[in-house]
């Protein structure tokens, strides 16, 4: 996956990180661990709407992000905007082979084919830092999909795990963003409530690792200590074991190929872990089946998704949608999508607008 030419060496000078989305939860905790380390040093940093003045020696806040990073000129890019905004930032980093640092999920999603048709012709490195695909990605060690059985994604479960449909109808987003084991964003974490992150997960593991989605499975895992299950063809099965804290992941893909240390504990074993698995709930939480049906069915359906997605959490949060209507309005928002693929940059961000305003008008007349 990290196509291009051979393995780049940093060892003689710093590596410059552009840090994009760096007031968030990924952002916030990517500063602690360039500040950590002597080879890492911030070059630039985007937020969306706080001020952050000072924190690096280019900072911009809104706009175009590509500007930012063609005045910058970063080793890397740590892509941690939230939602579809980190659109432009993933590609111009794909197409101009500069190594790609993705906590944003959304943009790969949306942008499948184009991002890794991009990143073919850039040739840089496409490092996940979503837990589950970093661990992955480290158990893969670069093997091609022809030797891998399949791919495990473990879930929490969110806060609502083991809940029927009719516990959730009166649920409120300070509900929603209870979460059990991780620390995150509220739109991240309302996804997890409603397993819609585990699904944008099986939609990224399928154009990071070039796997099949048949050969994708999700399981429930509430104590988040197993991120991700390699089974080998071989019937060997390799899982990825840590404590659920994203500074791993973070640290791992901005000192990839070295692994830093972090000030992390490591696991202790002896301490009584549980290591508890089962299928997921697709009727209470049907967001992962919806997503599953548009990452089988291609196109833009899973850009369709997406939005309608950020869309409809977005009305949730704000209390204009009840929680159980998240998955109704992108159900309709796919069944009304046209799916076609998008040939370039203009008819993805058509076929993004398109479900956006589906999503709008379906909830409005709610
Ligand atoms: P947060 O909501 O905490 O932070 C989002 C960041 O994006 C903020 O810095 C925000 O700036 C910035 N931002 C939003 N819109 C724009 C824009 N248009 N231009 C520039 N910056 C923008 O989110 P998280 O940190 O939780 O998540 C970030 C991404 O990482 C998401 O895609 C998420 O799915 C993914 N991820 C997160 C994990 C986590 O543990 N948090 C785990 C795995 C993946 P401002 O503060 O100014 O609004
Ligand atoms: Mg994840």
């Given at each position: 996956?990290?196509?291009?030419?051979?393995?780049?060496?940093?060892?003689?000078?710093v590596?410059?990180?552009?840090?994009?989305?760096?007031?968030?939860?990924?952002?916030?905790?990517?500063?602690?661990?360039?500040?950590?380390?002597?080879?890492?040093?911030?070059?630039a940093?985007?937020s969306?709407?706080?001020?952050i003045?000072?924190?690096?020696?280019?900072?911009q806040?809104?706009?175009?992000?590509?500007?930012?990073l063609?005045?910058?000129?970063?080793?890397?890019?740590?892509?941690?905007?939230?939602?579809?905004?980190?659109?432009?930032?993933t590609?111009?980093?794909?197409?101009r082979?500069?190594?790609?640092?993705?906590?944003?999920?959304e943009?790969?999603?949306?942008?499948?084919?184009?991002?890794?048709?991009?990143?073919r012709?850039?040739?840089?490195?496409?490092?996940?830092?979503?837990?589950e695909?970093?661990?992955?990605?480290?158990?893969?060690?670069?093997?091609?999909?022809?030797?891998?059985h399949?791919?495990?994604?473990?879930?929490?479960?969110?806060?609502?795990?083991?809940r029927?449909?009719?516990?959730?109808?009166?649920?409120?987003?300070a509900d929603?963003?209870?979460?059990?084991?991780?620390?995150?964003?509220?739109?991240?974490?309302?996804?997890?409530a409603?397993?819609?992150?585990?699904?944008?997960?099986?939609?990224?593991a399928h154009?990071?690792?070039?796997?099949?989605?048949?050969?994708?499975?999700?399981?429930?895992?509430?104590s988040?200590?197993?991120?991700?299950?390699?089974?080998?063809?071989?019937g060997?099965?390799?899982?990825h074991?840590g404590?659920?804290?994203?500074?791993?992941?973070?640290?791992y893909?901005?000192?990839?190929?070295?692994?830093?240390?972090?000030?992390?504990?490591?696991?202790?074993?002896?301490?009584?872990?549980t290591?508890?698995?089962?299928?997921?709930?697709?009727?209470?939480?049907?967001?992962?089946?919806?997503?599953?049906?548009?990452?089988?069915?291609?196109?833009?359906?899973?850009?369709?998704?997406?939005?309608?997605n950020?869309?409809?959490?977005?009305?949730?949060?704000?209390?204009r949608?009840?929680?159980?209507?998240?998955?109704e309005?992108v159900a309709?928002?796919l069944?009304a999508?046209?799916?076609?693929?998008?040939?370039?940059?203009?008819e993805?961000?058509?076929?993004?607008?398109?479900?956006?305003?589906?999503?709008?008008?379906?909830?409005?007349?709610?």
């Open positions: 996956m990290s196509g291009g030419p051979g393995p780049r060496t940093y060892t003689s000078r590596k410059r990180i552009a840090l994009l989305g760096a007031t968030g939860s990924i952002g916030r905790q990517a500063l602690e661990i360039i500040e950590a380390h002597p080879g890492l040093e911030l070059c940093a985007a969306g709407a706080q001020p003045d000072g924190l690096a020696p280019l900072t806040v809104g706009g175009d992000l590509t500007e930012l063609e005045r910058a000129e970063p080793d890397l890019v740590l892509n941690a905007v939230v939602g579809f905004a980190g659109l432009p930032a590609l111009w980093a794909l197409e082979g500069v190594d790609l640092a993705l906590a944003n999920k943009s790969l999603v949306a942008a499948g084919e184009l991002a890794l048709d991009a990143h012709r850039g040739g840089g490195r496409l490092l996940p830092v979503d837990s695909h970093s661990a992955a990605f480290q158990c893969l060690e670069g093997r091609p999909a022809d030797q891998v399949s791919l495990v994604l473990t879930a929490s479960g969110g806060p609502f795990r083991g029927t449909r009719e516990q959730l109808e009166d649920v409120r987003p929603a963003l209870a979460h059990p084991t991780w620390n995150m964003g509220p739109k991240i974490t309302v996804d997890s409603t397993l819609a992150n585990k699904g944008l997960e099986l939609i990224e154009f990071l690792f070039a796997l099949p989605y048949d050969r994708i499975e999700v399981v429930v895992h509430p988040s200590l197993v991120h991700a299950v390699v089974r080998f063809r071989d060997a099965a390799l899982a074991v404590y659920p804290d994203m500074r791993v992941p973070i640290s893909a901005l000192t990839y190929p070295d692994r830093a240390a972090t000030p992390l504990p490591s696991l202790d074993l002896a301490s009584g872990l290591l508890e698995f089962h299928a997921p709930d697709l009727e209470t939480f049907p967001l992962l089946a919806h997503a599953r049906r548009a990452g089988e069915e291609g196109g833009t359906y899973p850009c369709a998704f997406n939005a309608a950020e869309v409809a959490v977005a009305a949730f949060l704000d209390g949608l009840p929680f159980l209507g998240i998955a309005v309709d928002a069944d999508a046209d799916g076609s693929p998008a040939g370039d940059l203009d993805l961000v058509a076929a993004d607008a398109a479900a956006r305003r589906h999503a709008e008008e379906a909830f409005a007349v709610a």
